[in-house]
């Protein structure tokens, strides 16, 4: 059974930091790319970050370059999103995905799993 467990999400002040986790449980293969999107109220779903699990490649949505880094640990099939400089745009519930394949995509349509999102709220 295939599952991805997201965690670490909160709410801070404008400018503050959280670091999301993405915890992968069952995948048999080496070959998949795990992405953030996140979801505000009455917007459609966006790619924020992706990487590669085997080469480690990443990209980022333009809104969040210089403050979000995503980042991996093999050994713990864990992603993690960090999030510095937020701000209340950041708002949204963020979600980890995997592709099964080894290229990251921004279209979240490629994406055959999901975890069930954590809740970022970023406000005063």
């Known amino acids: 059974q295939l599952q991805l467990v997201e965690s670490g999400g909160g709410l801070v002040q404008p400018g503050g930091s959280l670091r999301l986790s993405c915890a992968a449980s069952?995948?048999?293969?080496?070959?998949?790319?795990i992405a953030w999107f996140r979801q505000a109220p009455g917007k459609e779903r966006e790619g924020v970050s992706c990487?590669?699990?085997?080469?480690?490649?990443?990209n980022y949505e333009d809104s969040v370059k210089g403050r979000f880094t995503i980042s991996r640990d093999n050994a713990k099939n864990t992603v993690y999103l960090q999030m510095n400089s937020l701000k209340p745009e950041d708002t949204a519930v963020y979600y980890c995905?995997?592709?099964?394949?080894?290229?990251?995509?921004?279209?979240?349509?490629?994406?055959?799993?999901w975890g069930r999102g954590t809740q970022v709220t970023v406000s005063s």
């Open positions: 995905a995997v592709r099964t394949s080894y290229y990251c995509s921004e279209y979240s349509s490629v994406y055959n799993y």
């Open positions: 069952g995948f048999t293969s080496d070959y998949y790319a």
């Open positions: 990487i590669s699990r085997l080469s480690g490649s990443t």
